[in-house]
């Protein structure tokens, strides 16, 4: 049974930074995009970042400049660093793996972070 596990949320100040990391357990094949998305209270789940295997990215425009994702192909994780942050990031952030081959999506529990004024 494969399992994504989100880490590194939690509280920070306006202007501040958080790191989170998504690990797989278990055995997972040929995960073509790994991503984020978001959902804040009352709003539906919207994308944050992703990023295929070959390294090609798309970010959400709200976090356009400020936030970076990134991956480790051997290691099955996913990171998304993020700077300036803003208390409308607030949110409740979860990892998605996609297999295109196996047409399988995969997603953590999501980990909350809350950014205040």
């Known amino acids: 049974q494969v399992q994504l596990v989100e880490s590194g949320g939690g509280w920070v100040q306006a202007g501040g930074s958080l790191r989170l990391t998504c690990a797989a357990s278990?055995?997972?094949?040929?995960?073509?995009?790994m991503g984020w998305y978001r959902q804040a209270p009352g709003k539906q789940r919207e994308l944050v970042a992703k990023i295929t295997s070959v390294g090609s990215t798309m970010y959400g425009d709200s976090v356009k400049g400020r936030f970076t994702i990134s991956r480790d192909n051997a290691k099955n994780t996913v990171d998304l660093q993020m700077d300036s942050l803003k208390p409308e990031d607030t949110a409740v952030y979860y990892c998605?793996?996609?297999?295109?081959?196996?047409?399988?999506?995969?997603w953590g529990k999501g980990t909350l972070v809350t950014v205040s004024i």
């Open positions: 998605n793996f996609h297999s295109v081959v196996y047409g399988m999506d995969y």
């Open positions: 278990g055995t997972i094949f040929r995960i073509d995009t």
